[in-house]
């Protein structure tokens, strides 16, 4: 295979934020810690993540490091949704868009060519070409510490409001409802209506995206509630929130907050919860959906050696990954883990890739459908925060010899998210926001 040509990063990871710690964390203690600086040096107090985090500081991942080894089950991918042959290897370069403070994601509105950057600490900016400004600040309500804060946002397709979900002063999910100037998009923030609560019993592994899939409705994506090996085995737990996603129509309805959807696929079960749409998820900290087919993809950030991506493909732009089981912790990867987990009924990860050469931790994810870059056009690009690397998959390649091919790097890269025209932004929790483009 040829090496695509690539804008490299070289920048070395310099912060502890929320995707580090969420990617092996074990106890409270570690993952409630402050985060340092972005001049603070990598620190990782839990003897899960110690040697991950000491390794990635002492050495950068080389320049011409291979993309991760990977394994996949030949069940997990369908190929309903995919066309014959192999995509062409795409090469791509990455610019600078601005710096932020400690942004953990971008998104878009509809009609709006702006990008709108999440910041942790609980600020939103809108972006374009010629201006910032901050639309919402809600830092009075939030904290950025380690994997608490503002941590996601999505605007309403059809009306003037938004929805956030941060983590609240005392530590548990919050969804909340905004109305937006229809024209400049600030938010009206004596208009705040709290949506959804979940208790968390720990500090890490709190989800936090939330998007509108193409049904209309809101998707929130819920961690397993936190510390190490999913202690309190809510992921596959249908009476918990925690460790799913969620599928709710946001708007008010009589006297409740929000209204579940009569065909969400546990709506009836004696015990379970009728928001819960999938189930056996430890962190999908990044979730998105393919805008031309309507498929799921989810990266799930892993325990102690194994990251995994998701994929759960629509019938007819719908139901992606209505009722489906994703494993853990009956699963870690493809590798067995909590022995008393049951098995049956998973669905296993279309790819996996271990904690090697530094990786900690996958950062998703976007199936790019833009035209600026026709080389990429059906890939799913993602990355992994420890070593910055960003890699993309082809979702067209055989199961059994998945394709991945390297885009570049940037350090603390937080997510990969898509913006106005379904083009493709790499954010770092350390500062830089920058954008896909076609290698000259």
Not at 215 to 231: C, E, K, T, V
Not at 359 to 384: K, M, T
């Amino acid at each position: 295979m040829n090496t695509p040509s690539i804008l490299r990063r070289s920048a070395t990871l310099a912060i502890v934020s929320l995707i580090a710690v969420s990617c092996a964390s074990g106890s409270d203690e570690t993952s409630s810690s402050q985060a340092p600086s972005t001049s603070d040096p990598v620190v990782a107090t839990d003897p899960e993540v110690a040697t991950t985090a000491a390794d990635s500081t002492a050495t950068s991942t080389p320049a011409d490091a291979p993309a991760p080894e990977a394994t996949t089950s030949p069940s997990a991918v369908s190929t309903s949704t995919t066309t014959p042959g192999p995509l062409p290897e795409p090469s791509i370069e990455l610019y600078d868009v601005g710096e932020f403070e400690q942004p953990v994601n971008i998104t878009s509105r509809p009609f709006d060519g702006r990008i709108f950057v999440i910041e942790q600490d609980g600020r939103v900016i809108a972006v374009d070409d010629l201006s910032n400004a901050t639309v919402l600040d809600i830092t009075d309500m939030t904290s950025a510490d380690a994997e608490r804060g503002l941590l996601g946002l999505a605007f309403h397709p059809e009306r003037d409001l938004a929805y956030v979900n941060f983590t609240d002063n005392n530590g548990n999910t919050s969804v909340a409802e905004f109305e937006i100037d229809p024209d400049s998009a600030v938010f009206d923030e004596d208009s705040y209506r709290e949506v959804l609560t979940v208790s968390q019993p720990f500090s890490n592994h709190n989800g936090g995206n939330i998007a509108f899939g193409p049904d209309g409705l809101l998707y929130i994506g819920m961690g397993d509630g936190g510390s190490a090996g999913d202690p309190n085995r809510s992921a596959l737990d249908l009476s918990e929130q925690l460790g799913k996603i969620l599928r709710i129509d946001p708007l008010p309805n009589g006297d409740e907050q929000y209204s579940v959807p009569a065909d969400n696929p546990f709506v009836g079960v004696d015990g379970a919860d009728a928001a819960i749409w999938s189930i056996g998820l430890r962190n999908p900290w990044r979730f998105s959906f393919d805008p031309v087919t309507g498929d799921l993809w989810i990266a799930d950030v892993g325990q102690n050696a194994v990251e995994e991506i998701n994929w759960a493909p629509a019938v007819d732009r719908l139901d992606a990954g209505r009722g489906e089981n994703f494993g853990w912790s009956a699963f870690e990867g493809n590798d067995r883990f909590n022995d008393d987990q049951p098995i049956d009924g998973h669905t296993p990860p279309v790819y996996v890739y271990r904690h090697d050469e530094g990786r900690c931790s996958v950062s998703g994810g976007v199936r790019y459908r833009g035209e600026s870059i026709p080389d990429l056009a059906g890939w799913y690009v993602f990355g992994d925060f420890c070593t910055g690397e960003i890699w993309a998959l082809d979702p067209n390649a055989p199961a059994d010899a998945p394709r991945v091919v390297d885009l570049g790097q940037l350090s603390g890269l937080s997510s990969i998210a898509q913006g106005p025209e379904r083009e493709l932004y790499a954010v770092s929790n350390a500062g830089t926001i920058a954008r896909f483009s076609t290698a000259n």
